[in-house]
C-alpha cells in the first residue's frame, strides 16, 4: 500500500538549533516527494520537491531534503531555525506529472523555543 | 503567475443548512483541482479531484458534493451541512505534480 509515515507528530527546537523532521514513504513506483509547510490558519505552501538528479535538494527559506531510496525516506533539514519556522510540516508522495494524486503524511508541527 | 483564491475565508453555519465554498484558479489553464478538509489534529483528507470541466472523483463518500462548471473554478457543496462537516477546507491545483493550495475556509456547522 502507498503511505507516506512522520514519525514525529511534535518537535520542539531552540532558535538557532539545527531541525531535522523526518518521513518514510511506500510507493510502488518511482516517487516524486514533496515538502509543504502550513502556518496556523493559513494553506500550504510548497517547500521543496524532488523529481530526479541530485538527491539533496534546496528549497525556500533554508529549507534542504535528501532523497534516500535505500531508506525510503525524505526528511526535511535546516540548520538553524527561527522563531517563524514554527508551523506544521508535511511530507508528501506522489506519482509526478499531469496525473495521480499526493499522499500526504499527517504531519509534524514543530515548535521553537526562544 | 498563478494564483489560487478561496471564498469564503470563514463560514458559521448552523446544522442543516446548505453549503457552497468556491475556488478559482488564475493564471493556468486545465489545471488538476482538489478539494481537502482537514479535521482539528488530523492531517489531509482528500475529497474531491477534477481532472476537467464536469470531471468529478470522489474519494471519501460523504454529506458533500463537488462541481467544475468552468475550467478553473471548483465548488463544493452540501445540502444539508451535519457536524461532523465543520473543519478547515483546502482547495488545490496542479498540472506537473506539485499541487499549489489557496488560502482555506474555516468552516464551523453548529
Known amino acids: 500500500a502507498q503511505s507516506v509515515t512522520q514519525p514525529d507528530i511534535h518537535i520542539t527546537v531552540s532558535e538557532g538549533a539545527s531541525l531535522e523532521l523526518r518521513c518514510n514513504y511506500s510507493?510502488?513506483?518511482?516517487?516524486?516527494l514533496f515538502w509543504y509547510v502550513q502556518s496556523p490558519g493559513q494553506g500550504l505552501q510548497l517547500l521543496l520537491k524532488?523529481?530526479?538528479?541530485?538527491?539533496l535538494v534546496q528549497g525556500i527559506k533554508g529549507f534542504e531534503a535528501e532523497f534516500k531510496r535505500s531508506q525510503s525516506s525524505f526528511n526535511l533539514r535546516k540548520p538553524s531555525v527561527h522563531w517563524s519556522d514554527a508551523a506544521e510540516y508535511f511530507c508528501?508522495?506522489?506519482?509526478?506529472?499531469?496525473?495521480?494524486?499526493?499522499?500526504f503524511g499527517k504531519g509534524t508541527k514543530l515548535s521553537v523555543k526562544p | 503567475s498563478q494564483t489560487i483564491h478561496q471564498w469564503p475565508a470563514t463560514l458559521v453555519q448552523p446544522v442543516g443548512s446548505p453549503l457552497s465554498l468556491e475556488c478559482t484558479v488564475e493564471?493556468?489553464?486545465?489545471?488538476?483541482l482538489y478539494w481537502y478538509r482537514q479535521a482539528a489534529g488530523r492531517g489531509l483528507q482528500l475529497l474531491f479531484y477534477?481532472?476537467?470541466?464536469?470531471?468529478i472523483s470522489s474519494e471519501v463518500p460523504q454529506n458533500l458534493s463537488a462541481s467544475r462548471p468552468q475550467d478553473r473554478q471548483f465548488i463544493l457543496s452540501s445540502k444539508k451541512l451535519l457536524l461532523s462537516d465543520s473543519g478547515f477546507y483546502l482547495c488545490?491545483?496542479?498540472?506537473?505534480?506539485?499541487?499549489?493550495f489557496g488560502p482555506g475556509t474555516r468552516l464551523t456547522v453548529t
Open positions: 510507493y510502488g513506483a518511482t516517487p516524486y
Open positions: 477534477s481532472v476537467g470541466i464536469g470531471q
Open positions: 493564471g493556468t489553464s486545465n489545471p488538476n
Open positions: 488545490a491545483w496542479s498540472n506537473q505534480g506539485e499541487q499549489y
Open positions: 524532488y523529481f530526479s538528479g541530485d538527491t
Open positions: 508528501a508522495v506522489g506519482p509526478g506529472g499531469s496525473q495521480g494524486n499526493l499522499i
